[in-house]
């Protein structure tokens, strides 16, 4: 059974950079064809899909997040990493991480870490 976990500061200030990491256990982030995602919520709307990065270790982003979004992976540890650079109290959500075989769908997901932007 894949296991997500989402670790991170809770409080970013306005401008900053917010950085998560999700570590794996229960599989590889290396296995054929798993894509590994962040995906956030910010209070009161939906699910905004963020990117995603791929078990061949290629990246794609939401356009409307592309500019500010970066995801990395560290195979060593089975971690992948986001970082939002330039973040406003608009980026306040609870930020998850998720993975499925299939771009887009999700079959594990982390229990979510609450990311507030205040100074």
């Known amino acids: 059974q894949v296991q997500l976990q989402e670790s991170g500061p809770g409080l970013v200030k306005p401008s900053q950079t917010l950085s998560l990491t999700c570590t794996v256990s229960g599989g590889s982030i290396t296995t054929n064809y798993y894509y590994w995602s962040w995906i956030r919520q910010p209070p009161g709307k939906g699910l905004e899909w963020i990117g995603y990065i791929a078990y061949s270790g290629s990246t794609y982003y939401s356009p409307s997040l592309k500019s500010r979004t970066s995801i990395s992976r560290d195979t060593s540890k089975n971690q992948f990493t986001l970082q939002l650079s330039s973040v406003t109290p608009e980026d306040t959500a609870v930020y998850y991480c998720?993975?499925?075989?299939?771009?887009?769908?999700?079959?594990?997901w982390g229990q979510g870490t609450q990311v507030t932007v205040s100074s």
């Open positions: 998720a993975s499925g075989v299939v771009a887009g769908t999700y079959d594990y």
